[in-house]
Structure formats: structure tokens, C-alpha cells
């Protein structure tokens, strides 16, 4: 079982940066890559950026190419996305999501309890 919690969320101004964590528990070792997904009131929910657990090479959604990145710490472990240059439409709850069962680019089977992100304008 693997165990994902989230943190960093906040309220920023448009324009502004927030870094979200992160940090996984329990059966680590079988997770095969990890992401970030968000779902805006009212929407579904999309994703955002993934990282494999091999390679340093994330993958992203087209909307926050250039202005978001994703990244892990030195253990392989914990997961960052660092949001610059936000915009009142990155306003959502983002979540942390995890790959146990080696699926599709965009497959994840776990899921965080979600922060919550609002960008003012």
C-alpha cells in the first residue's frame, strides 16, 4: 500500500509562484511513476505534469508547459511541481497521484487528499 500526502498549496496572486510536495509512505519501492492532477470547481479532473521513477524526464499537459515543472528529490522520493507565472485559471484543488501498476502515460491508481490552490487576479 502506498500512502501519498500533499502540501504547498496556498492563495497567490496572478503572476506569483507556489511549490507543491509531495511525499509518498508505505510500499514505495513499487511505484512506477508519479504526478499532479487538479479539478477546478465545476470541471474535471486533468492532469498536469508525471515524472517516472527511472529518468528525470517529466511529461505535461500543454497548459502549464513553460510555467510548470516537476521534479524529485535526491531519494527519488518525494515529488515537487513548481508553479510559476500562475494565472487565475491554474485556480484548483491539485493532487498528487501514483503509478503501482505500471499503466499508460496518464494511469495512476493512488491518490492524495488534494490541496487546495487559488490564484487572485
Known amino acids: 500500500q502506498v500512502q501519498l500526502v500533499e502540501s504547498g498549496g496556498g492563495l497567490v496572486q496572478a503572476g506569483g509562484s507556489l511549490r507543491l510536495s509531495c511525499v509518498p509512505s508505505?510500499?514505495?519501492?513499487?511505484?512506477?511513476?508519479m504526478g499532479w492532477f487538479r479539478q477546478a470547481p465545476g470541471k474535471e479532473r486533468e492532469f498536469v505534469a508525471a515524472?517516472?521513477?527511472?529518468?528525470?524526464?517529466?511529461y505535461y499537459a500543454d497548459s502549464v508547459k513553460g510555467r510548470f515543472a516537476i521534479s524529485r528529490d535526491s531519494t527519488k522520493t518525494t515529488v515537487y511541481l513548481q508553479m510559476n507565472s500562475l494565472k487565475p485559471e491554474d485556480t484548483a484543488v491539485y493532487y498528487c497521484?501514483?503509478?503501482?501498476?505500471?499503466?499508460?502515460?496518464?494511469?495512476?491508481?493512488?491518490w492524495g487528499q488534494g490541496t487546495q490552490v487559488t490564484v487572485s487576479s
Open positions: 497521484a501514483a503509478d503501482t501498476r505500471f499503466g499508460r502515460p496518464y494511469e495512476f491508481n493512488i
Open positions: 508505505g510500499a514505495v519501492f513499487s511505484i512506477y511513476k
Open positions: 515524472i517516472p521513477r527511472l529518468g528525470s524526464a517529466g
